[in-house]
């Protein structure tokens, strides 16, 4: 019931209204980049954006173009469609998980959906917003071929400052914590599994 700011999504509306085309949203396993992208839409439909959210884990078994088009009904011209769309409206395609993509079976749904980046990159008025994890980006022979025009990386919530005011809310001490407790807290995914173990 508390919701926790998070900067990155003020600073990619900030590299949005730059006019940057392409903006690559990146950390860790669990590090909060689904919701971020998710609050970056909320926000982005409010005022009066066009927006196109893909889930890229719900493509993963995809081998092509037309199976995209074909099982999950994905318009076939929707680079077309974004472009006209931007012509009266800002318009943004948000991509999560790029890094499951890159683990699909011989990275076939990875290049689909980095050989569509390309091409809503190439219309006019059309930004994109994705996100992936930094090993990924790092070690994956695609990925590291694809160029982003801005890179935001996830700054970890700070301990002291909130974490600590949630964990005393659960009845939790902070002080009797590890060091090593408390570094894992501060990613989102550990401090969501911690709160069923406080309530056992």
Request: proline share 4%.
């Amino acid at each position: 019931g508390h919701k926790l700011p998070r900067q990155e999504v003020g600073q990619i509306i900030t590299y949005l209204e730059q006019g940057e085309k392409s903006i690559l949203l990146t950390e860790g396993r669990g590090t909060g980049k689904s919701w971020i992208l998710l609050e970056l839409a909320d926000i982005l439909e409010q005022q009066q954006w066009g927006v196109l959210f893909i889930k890229g884990d719900w493509y993963e078994d995809i081998d092509s173009e037309q199976a995209l088009f074909k099982k999950w009904n994905f318009p076939d011209d929707a680079v077309a469609l974004a472009a006209r769309l931007a012509s009266y409206r800002k318009a943004v395609i948000i991509l999560d998980s790029l890094d499951v993509l890159s683990l699909s079976k011989n990275q076939l749904a990875l290049r689909v959906f980095l050989s569509l980046l390309d091409r809503f990159e190439q219309a006019h008025g059309v930004q994109i917003v994705a996100a992936c994890r930094d090993f990924d980006i790092s070690y994956d022979p695609l990925l590291q071929e694809k160029k982003w025009e801005k890179k935001v990386a996830i700054t970890p919530f700070d301990f002291d400052s909130v974490i600590s005011p949630i964990l005393q809310r659960w009845g939790v001490n902070p002080e009797q914590l590890s060091q090593e407790q408390r570094d894992l807290l501060v990613v989102p995914e550990n401090l969501k599994l911690f709160k069923p173990i406080v309530k056992r």
